[in-house]
């Protein structure tokens, strides 16, 4: 907060029984209950002016106990308004994910967050949902936004936080004190407008009409999929004045 870092990402994947399986230290050991005290220690702050988005990447595990899981988040957080939460499908990017984990993977992203908006809106408690995808230009890929940087842990400056090994997502590296660019990654992010309805759509100033700006492919977004649901949770949570419904 000194150095007006103001906003945080933690990743909580479901209960204490398959986040723990899901996200290990290098050793072994358990990291929820060390997660969670640190959250709950993080709420007894009283500054008023960050954010704690807490992201759950779900398989068909956590799929299946979503209700118990947004029941404990809600109980510990739903009341404060700086933790914010958001959902996104584990995903095997390259192929190469092992058969312990593919398994699990959910194949059809919009039918399971259909079910967990569902879940969070029929729920009696409240769980503050990110409105961050509902904002112009949010549903682009973060690499293919000017302000977006990754420095990985040999100095390599990225626009895309997967394809690390690519020398083509290379701004830049960090030689000997030095900047030494890389104009590769210009060539990918000229392109744009992968989607054909661009035009046509209402939802266009949201997605801007490309999902990955490298492979210039467009898939709707999960939360166009699902957008009544969506506005149903956030105008339950009063986050929004006012909505048609039906």
């Known amino acids: 907060m000194e150095y007006r870092v103001k906003t945080y990402q933690i990743t909580i994947d479901g209960p204490a029984y398959i986040h723990d399986k899901q996200r290990v230290l290098a050793n072994g050991?358990?990291?929820?209950?060390?997660?969670?005290?640190?959250?709950?220690a993080i709420s007894k702050v009283?500054?008023?002016?960050?954010?704690?988005?807490?992201r759950t990447n779900f398989t068909s595990e956590i799929y299946d106990c979503i209700d118990e899981y947004i029941n404990k988040m809600a109980e510990l957080f739903g009341e404060d308004e700086r933790f914010v939460f958001s959902f996104y499908s584990v995903k095997d990017v390259?192929?190469?994910?092992g058969e312990v984990i593919k398994d699990k993977i959910v194949n059809n992203y919009a039918n399971p967050m259909k079910m967990i908006y569902t879940s969070l809106l029929n729920h009696?408690?409240?769980?503050?949902?990110?409105?961050?995808?509902l904002e112009p230009g949010n549903s682009l890929c973060y690499a293919g936004k000017h302000n977006n940087y990754v420095i990985t842990s040999n100095g390599e400056l990225h626009k895309c936080t997967?394809?690390?090994q690519d020398k083509d997502t290379s701004v830049a590296s960090?030689?000997?004190?030095?900047?030494?660019?890389n104009d590769?990654?210009?060539k990918y992010l000229s392109r744009f407008n992968a989607c054909p309805n661009l035009y046509d759509c209402s939802f266009a100033p949201v997605c801007t009409g490309i999902g990955c700006p490298k492979h210039a492919v467009h898939t709707c977004s999960f939360i166009y999929k699902n957008l009544d649901l969506v506005l149903l949770i956030h105008d339950k949570n009063k986050k929004i004045k006012s909505i048609e419904k039906g």
């Open 124 to 133: 009696n408690k409240s769980l503050n949902l990110s409105l961050d995808n």
């Open 184 to 186: 590769n990654y210009c």
């Open 94 to 97: 390259d192929c190469k994910v």
């Open 174 to 181: 960090i030689v000997n004190h030095s900047i030494v660019n």
């Open 29 to 40: 050991h358990k990291t929820y209950d060390v997660i969670i005290n640190n959250l709950i």
């Open 46 to 54: 009283k500054r008023k002016d960050f954010r704690i988005y807490i």
């Open 162 to 164: 997967i394809d690390l």
